[in-house]
């Protein structure tokens, strides 16, 4: 159209309407024979790209050389042992009925059990456990069952359990199978070889999932609670590890860190002030990791602009946050009419303007925490443990320490998870008050 | 720490010696030198500089290859001499310009070029030998038209645009810190107590030194003032709104606690 301007030529105004009219022929005539157009329309009125059936077969009249006749004629099936002949009617063709096996006798399927003879029995299968009598049994009910080993049991003269019997059956085949084989190289591939049936892990498997299946409700609260506890000590452990590892002359930390550590071994049956600290030191010392590790590489600098500094350190200030935070940082510095690039960025400017940016993720995560408690508040009435730890991330900006020791303190305190504590006042107020979880309780 | 790469003179601040003194001397050099190359922790020392360019329109004399006339540069923040940490500074300009690598050996660090178009200059600053074997590396934007593109242009005014930064060097050299620790291009922190100096290096000639301030710079009345004083301002007026908001949001996040709390005082006994 564009080139038809260039070139001066009239536009084409006739081909609109032509195009109108010849629409509506054109579509009665793309409808197929051979099926109505309402049922066309099913389909939603154009035709599928690739034919799922083609439409001629539908109203396709058998050939007109063939006489079809049905007749009721005897049958054997192949699948029996007997020589039973059933009757059905079968379609005859000018006079002649098909040939072949009974058409279901493919699907009689069978595992193929191991047969041993009394020899195999006497060298290689002789168990102080189980008689000859009642590992015959056994193989027979496995074959006529298909290793069914529900069955088997069931049917099993003397009660032996699934697991009893399914260790007798794979320990005699793989016995069979070892001795059978012409080398040990053959068979190293088996997998009767290769992962012998372990008892004792079994029973002990299906014990944990029937226990686990069995669970009330309450149990199920319980173990996320105690999991999540867990998963948080030993994030607070690592973070205490990573601060611990940083090896820098940072003389303002090092103090407090060292009695903080010094605090965590007792942390396993503490009561809850104890407790607290962990939470703080998880706060302080992922921030001083992640500063002391900038300063460090700094450092390891020659020579580097006072710039690139300040961008190293905001990076590693909002590591844990996600981009959209960032964005927000930046949102709330542009309100605040702060350059988001210091324009004279001296050592004290950078400065502040690092603390500046800290304080505002800060501010962030107290708005969400406001924002999750007031949706807590307005849903459920009574408050619980949290179940799923609030990621790293969250924790580690709540500078406040008593603020956030206390909310660790707290949950400490009602939880009576065993090994943990079982001081006797925090029970009774666990019993009056049945506390349903909530997952972003932080 | 010593610094083997540096054997030679590190400085060409010393005094020349002549004659009879000279088997002394040179011993006396030699441990100086290991002294002076010892690097020192917890001191450092940073360099604040502006970088930038002025761009003048030519009015009429202006052609279509050659529209501004305009200066790149690298200064000291407060105009003083860069020459004591900077010894070399090289300006990559466009391809499109004769030889556009341009080094400048001395202070005043700067090109002065006709063109037509903006693009980017690459500035590279090297230092003494005694300051740092790494160079840095700036960007600018050469910008020849003014933001306000509706606003006419004047020969009279230029358009400016500089930046501001530091360059800090974590671990200086004692000779170093010796060199410049009273010059007024560089800052220096508070030295560590029982810190003890070897004693500054004789200021050489006035005479024979070249000016490399930029204080009588004939372009010095463009050049902008980068105070520090308005940011902190700026930022300390943030960080009191921002930490007034922190209590407030922890007011009223206590507040919801509230009942909790009252409940765990009571478990506590």
């Known amino acids: 159209m564009d080139a038809k301007d260039i070139l001066g030529l009239p536009k084409n105004s006739l081909p609109i309407p032509q195009e109108k009219k010849s629409r509506p022929p054109k579509d009665s005539q793309r409808k197929p024979d051979g099926i109505s157009r309402e049922v066309y329309a099913l389909t939603g009125g154009l035709a599928p790209l690739m034919p ?30 007997d020589t039973l002949q059933l009757y059905h009617w079968v379609r005859v063709v000018n006079g002649v009925p098909p040939t072949g096996d009974y058409s279901f006798a493919k699907y009689n399927k069978s595992v193929d059990i ?71 190289g053959d068979i190293s591939g088996n997998p009767l070889v290769k992962e012998p049936y372990n008892v004792s892990q079994e029973i002990e498997r ?43 002359p940072v003389p303002s930390n090092a103090g407090p860190e060292s009695a903080e550590r010094a605090s965590f071994p ?18 302080s010392s992922a921030l001083t990791a992640d500063n002391a590790s900038t300063l460090a590489s700094l450092r390891m600098l020659r020579v580097y602009l006072r710039t690139y500094a300040l961008d190293q350190m905001v990076q590693a200030a909002s590591s844990s946050a996600g981009l959209r935070t960032i964005k927000r940082v930046e949102q709330t510095l542009q309100e605040l009419g702060v350059n988001l690039k210091p324009r004279v960025p001296t050592k004290s400017v950078c400065a502040e303007h690092l603390e500046l940016r800290k304080e505002i993720l800060t501010l962030l995560n107290l708005q969400k925490q406001l924002q999750y408690k007031e949706a807590e508040g307005s849903s459920f009435r009574d408050c619980s443990y949290a179940d799923t730890p609030s990621t790293p991330k969250d924790r580690t900006f709540v500078p406040d320490m008593s603020f956030g020791g206390e909310r660790v303190g707290k949950r400490d305190q009602k939880r009576k998870a065993p090994g943990r504590l079982s001081e006797a006042p925090s029970s009774p107020a666990q019993s009056k008050r049945p506390r349903k979880l909530k997952a972003s309780d932080l | 720490m010593n610094n083997s790469s540096s054997s030679k003179k590190h400085s060409p601040d010393q005094p020349e010696t002549s004659g009879p003194t000279f088997k002394s001397q040179r011993t006396k050099m030699d441990t100086e030198k290991k002294i002076l190359n010892k690097k020192l922790k917890d001191v450092e020392i940073s360099c604040p500089i502006v970088y930038g360019s002025m761009a003048f329109w030519l009015g009429k004399k202006a052609s279509e290859y050659q529209s501004h006339k305009w200066t790149v540069y690298v200064r000291g923040a407060m105009n003083e001499d860069l020459g004591v940490v ?35 200059i690459a500035i590279t600053l090297y230092f003494h030998s005694d300051v740092c074997d790494k160079p840095v590396n700036l960007y600018h934007h050469l910008k020849l038209y003014p933001e306000d593109e509706s606003g006419p242009m004047s020969t009279k005014k230029p358009v400016v645009m500089e930046t501001y930064d ?82 407030k949001l922890k007011r009223q996040i206590s507040v919801i606690d509230g009942p909790h709390q009252q409940l765990k005082s009571i478990s506590d006994q």
Not at chain 1, 54 to 65: A, F, G, T, V
Request: with cysteine; proline share 7%; aromatic share 8%.
């Open chain 1, 52 to 81: 799922a059936i083609d439409s001629s077969q539908l109203k396709k009249q058998p050939p007109k050389d063939e006489k079809i006749t049905w007749q009721w004629l005897p049958f054997t099936n192949s699948a029996r042992k």
């Open chain 1, 114 to 184: 191991v047969k041993y003879t009394d020899e195999e029995y006497e060298k290689y299968l002789n168990d102080p456990g189980w008689t000859k009598e009642e590992t015959d049994q056994l193989f027979d009910l496995c074959q006529r069952f298909d290793l069914r080993f529900i069955v088997i049991a069931d049917r099993f003269s003397s009660s032996r359990t699934v697991e009893e019997l399914k260790d007798r059956y794979y320990s005699v085949c793989r016995a069979i199978v070892v001795a059978r084989a012409p080398a040990l």
């Open chain 1, 206 to 248: 299906k014990r944990a999932l029937s226990m686990v299946l069995s669970q009330t409700k309450h149990q199920e609260r319980k173990d996320a609670e105690v999991l999540a506890e867990a998963k948080r000590i030993t994030e607070s452990r690592m973070a205490a590890k990573v601060a611990e590892e940083s090896e820098l």
């Open chain 1, 266 to 283: 007792g942390d396993t049956v503490s009561p809850s002030s104890n407790v607290q600290l962990p939470s703080a030191t998880i706060a």
């Open chain 2, 86 to 120: 900077v010894k070399r500074v090289v300006f990559q300009l466009h391809s499109s310009f004769n030889s556009p690598t341009r080094v400048l050996e001395s202070p005043p660090f700067e090109v002065s070029e006709a063109g037509w178009g903006e693009f980017e």
């Open chain 2, 166 to 247: 530091e360059i800090v060097f974590p671990e200086p050299s004692e000779g170093f810190l010796a060199r410049v620790q009273n010059h007024p291009a560089v800052t220096l922190p508070r030295l560590p107590i029982g810190f003890t100096l070897p004693p500054p290096v004789p200021v050489e000639d006035a005479s024979r030194r070249k000016r490399g301030d930029t204080k009588d710079h004939p372009l010095s009345q463009w050049f902008m003032n980068f105070s520090e004083a308005d940011e902190l301002l700026q930022l300390a007026a943030a960080r009191q709104q921002v930490q007034a908001h922190i209590a």
